[in-house]
Every structure is written in structure tokens, then in C-alpha cells.
């Protein structure tokens, strides 16, 4: 299964795969149905989930449903234990939208939703984010997740999610990093794909965040929340849900 699944991962896209999750779903649930795990997001259980990564591979990290990997089942359970998301009526830019979270935000009535990216042909908006095409104060909450390893200029990019969100808005900006790491590690001019790998964990990253990685928010003018909210869960429940013990999830805000 390691190897089927990392061949999946290295060979078909992402966006692919999760299309695929979908028309496959039925079959999926009936041949992973069990006990063992709950994907709270789809809210069915399973007998495993499946390994994930590129390099070395995660164990039970990708759940067969929904093809949610720790970080997404971790911001689920924040937004549905912590947060009104799921009733009051918000305004929200989501930019490079994980797809299972733009099919299921798109049809909550409670929520004004625009996704945005520059490449994806399934947003509703085509937008560099070094540069948005929305007035100041436009939004109440933004997510932005492992999007901003990719950009170079990434306090361009912070500054312009800081214009467009509302004073007393908040949002999520999930980014690889490593928690031993101090400073961020950054090199731009390596530039091959493989060297990126090497370096950065993937082919198309230009760094690892290290903790400074909140730093470069405050810069940007954010509050910033170091939450590592998995830990409010018990071993049993990180163990059923499928999440990382000591990932961040950094929640931040706008006064």
C-alpha cells in the first residue's frame, strides 16, 4: 500500500486525486469502513487511513474520504469546536482552496465565500495575491493555507491578506514548518526542482518556516495565536482523528 500510494502521489496531481475521491467515494467508504479512524469532516470511520508524503511517508495521515491530510482535520475541529464559522454570517476569501473545504464552504448559505488563485481553473476569482483585486477591509475571515511557502516575496503577500481583511477579522495561514527551526530556512537561488525537494520538502517550495514564521505576520501587522490545538485532544482522540501532536495552527487577526 506505501508504495501504490506514494507512486498515486508522485505521478497524478493532487486536484486529480481528490476528483477522483469524489466519483470514487461510495466505494471508497465501503472498502475503508471500520472504526479505527473518524474523519471528522465527512464525519464517517474507517479501518485505516493511508500513508502520505512525498519523501518519506506519514502513517494513517490521509484519510480515504475526503483525502484530508492532520492539518485539514485540525482546522475542521477548530472551526466547528472553537469558532461561529459554522452559523454567523461571514464574509470569506479562501485563497488556493483545499478542494473538499470549497465544496462544502460553497454551500453553507451563512457564509459570502470567494475563492481565489492564480492558477486553479475552480476558484471564483483569478488573483495573484501579491496583488488582489479587492478593495481594503473586504473580508472577515481569510484562509490561507500552504500557499505562502511558494512565494517568494512572501511580507508582500502577508501585507496584501492584512489590506483586504477587516479590522476584528481573523483567519488561518497554515505553512510548513519546523518547530525546531528558529529562523526560517530560505534560498532562492536554487531554483531546480529537485534540489527544491532536497531542500524545502517539495519541488515547488522556496523555504521551510522556522518559528519566525509568526514574527514575519506581526511585521505585516497580524495578531497572532501559536496555537497548537491538537494538544487540547487526548492520544486517543489525536489517534482517531488523525493529527499531529505538536503541528501549529496559526490563527491570526486583524485589530
Excluded at 473518524?38 to 490521509?62: H, V
Aim: charged share 30%; hydrophobic share 35%.
Amino acid at each position: 500500500m506505501k508504495k501504490i500510494t506514494k507512486f498515486l502521489l508522485n505521478t497524478i496531481p493532487r486536484p486529480v486525486l481528490i476528483h477522483l475521491s469524489v466519483l470514487l467515494r461510495p466505494l471508497i467508504y465501503l472498502f475503508f469502513k471500520g472504526t479505527t479512524f473518524t474523519d471528522p469532516i465527512d464525519g464517517k470511520s474507517y479501518r485505516k487511513f493511508l500513508p502520505y508524503g512525498y519523501g518519506k511517508q506519514r502513517e494513517n495521515a490521509l484519510s480515504p474520504g475526503t483525502l484530508s491530510l492532520e492539518r485539514h482535520r485540525q482546522m475542521w475541529l477548530y472551526l466547528q469546536n472553537e469558532t461561529d464559522f459554522f452559523t454567523k454570517n461571514y464574509k470569506v476569501l479562501h485563497i488556493a482552496p483545499e478542494q473538499e473545504f470549497l465544496r462544502k464552504f460553497k454551500k453553507m448559505k451563512n457564509l459570502d465565500y470567494i475563492s481565489a488563485d492564480l492558477y486553479s481553473p475552480i476558484v471564483d476569482v483569478k488573483a495573484d495575491i501579491l496583488e488582489l483585486p479587492f478593495e481594503d477591509e473586504s473580508f472577515d475571515i481569510v484562509f490561507c493555507n500552504h500557499v505562502l511557502e511558494h512565494i517568494e516575496d512572501d511580507g508582500k503577500a502577508m501585507s496584501e491578506l492584512f489590506r483586504v481583511m477587516k479590522s476584528g477579522g481573523w483567519g488561518i495561514f497554515q505553512v510548513p514548518m519546523k518547530n525546531s527551526l528558529e529562523k526560517t530556512y530560505e534560498d532562492f537561488s536554487i531554483k531546480d526542482p529537485k534540489e527544491k525537494q532536497k531542500h524545502f520538502g517539495q519541488y515547488d517550495h522556496v523555504r521551510w518556516y522556522g518559528m519566525d514564521y509568526f514574527d514575519r505576520l506581526k511585521i505585516a501587522g497580524f495578531e497572532v495565536d501559536i496555537n497548537f490545538y491538537s494538544k487540547q485532544f487526548s492520544t486517543e482522540e489525536r489517534k482517531k482523528f488523525g493529527l499531529m501532536e505538536n503541528e501549529i495552527l496559526p490563527v491570526i487577526s486583524k485589530k
